[in-house]
């Protein structure tokens, strides 16, 4: 795996089809730079570890589906369980080993896990990746055992949604161009039908990032684009927000 992300990260972005999974071959080098393409991931996976709470029992298993290069982690630390991360993407995933996740490649629409193993399943910007997410939260509750939880964040499938996080996000420094395929956004009263087939009761809430801490942000990437020098600073927190139309978080607890 080390030789696919160093070859990912020495051959530079090619120019691809929206939602093409070698992008994140070609943005290997950008998964932990806390200013890099994938700043916001960083700023998600905390805001998704806070709902998930210590585990109760020594041998608690957290499947976090669309894994990444584990970002997640760090903000798992301490509560107790055994962290598998699922992911197509080989140059992800070794990054994801190196930072203490149980690594299995697979698709998460057939993930090759154990019915009722999960204590916990994260779905954290996924959905919106893949083109049946029915099939991906048909797996999330599958994984689940009675009592377990599911806890995942996407982008809704509205017009507000496609303006913020493809015609502006896209503009703003770091962005990945293409990153996202607005044809596979999810209507958030959808997913809730869809996780009810399930057995899950999702309860939803809109999220974003804090506006101060964002300008702020901006403006420091701004700055070291035009200077060359990095300046630190504290990354936004992901705030709740009244509305879903664009990003929204979901919890929910399998019955059984």
């Given at each position: 795996?080390?030789?696919?992300?160093?070859?990912?990260?020495?051959?530079?972005?090619?120019?691809?089809?929206?939602?093409?999974?070698?992008?994140?071959?070609?943005?290997?080098?950008?998964?932990?730079?806390?200013?890099?393409?994938?700043?916001?991931?960083?700023?998600l996976?905390?805001?998704?570890?806070?709902?998930?709470?210590?585990?109760?029992?020594?041998?608690?298993?957290?499947?976090?589906?669309g894994?990444?290069?584990?970002?997640?982690?760090?903000?798992?630390?301490?509560?107790?369980?055994?962290?598998?991360?699922?992911?197509?993407?080989?140059?992800?995933?070794?990054?994801?080993?190196?930072?203490?996740?149980?690594?299995?490649?697979?698709?998460?629409?057939?993930?090759?896990?154990?019915?009722?193993?999960?204590?916990?399943?994260?779905?954290?910007?996924?959905?919106?990746?893949?083109?049946?997410?029915?099939?991906?939260?048909?797996?999330?509750?599958?994984?689940?055992?009675?009592?377990?939880?599911?806890?995942?964040?996407?982008?809704?499938?509205?017009?507000?949604?496609?303006?913020?996080?493809?015609?502006?996000?896209?503009?703003?420094?770091?962005?990945p161009?293409?990153?996202?395929d607005?044809?596979?956004?999810?209507?958030?009263?959808?997913?809730?039908?869809?996780?009810?087939?399930?057995?899950?009761?999702?309860?939803?809430?809109?999220?974003?990032?804090?506006?101060?801490?964002?300008?702020?942000?901006?403006?420091?990437?701004?700055?070291?684009?035009?200077?060359?020098?990095?300046?630190?600073?504290?990354?936004?927190?992901i705030?709740?927000?009244?509305?879903?139309?664009?990003?929204?978080?979901?919890?929910?607890?399998?019955?059984?």
């Amino acid at each position: 795996m080390r030789d696919v992300a160093a070859a990912a990260a020495s051959t530079g972005p090619r120019v691809l089809p929206r939602n093409d999974p070698r992008q994140y071959d070609d943005l290997a080098g950008e998964w932990w730079r806390p200013d890099g393409a994938f700043a916001m991931l960083h700023w998600l996976a905390a805001a998704r570890a806070a709902l998930v709470p210590p585990s109760t029992r020594p041998d608690a298993l957290l499947v976090d589906l669309g894994c990444g290069a584990g970002l997640l982690a760090p903000h798992l630390a301490g509560k107790g369980y055994r962290h598998v991360g699922v992911d197509v993407t080989r140059s992800a995933l070794f990054q994801a080993a190196e930072h203490g996740v149980c690594v299995v490649q697979g698709d998460a629409t057939a993930v090759p896990l154990p019915d009722g193993c999960a204590d916990v399943v994260s779905a954290g910007e996924l959905l919106e990746h893949v083109p049946a997410w029915p099939r991906v939260v048909a797996e999330a509750c599958r994984l689940l055992r009675p009592g377990g939880l599911l806890v995942l964040d996407t982008l809704n499938d509205t017009a507000l949604a496609r303006l913020v996080a493809v015609r502006i996000a896209e503009r703003l420094p770091t962005v990945p161009r293409g990153i996202h395929d607005p044809r596979l956004f999810v209507d958030a009263r959808a997913l809730v039908a869809e996780c009810a087939r399930h057995g899950v009761d999702l309860r939803l809430r809109g999220i974003r990032p804090q506006v101060g801490g964002l300008v702020a942000w901006l403006l420091r990437r701004v700055r070291a684009a035009r200077t060359g020098v990095t300046s630190t600073g504290r990354a936004p927190r992901i705030v709740p927000t009244r509305s879903t139309a664009v990003l929204y978080q979901g919890r929910g607890v399998r019955s059984g």
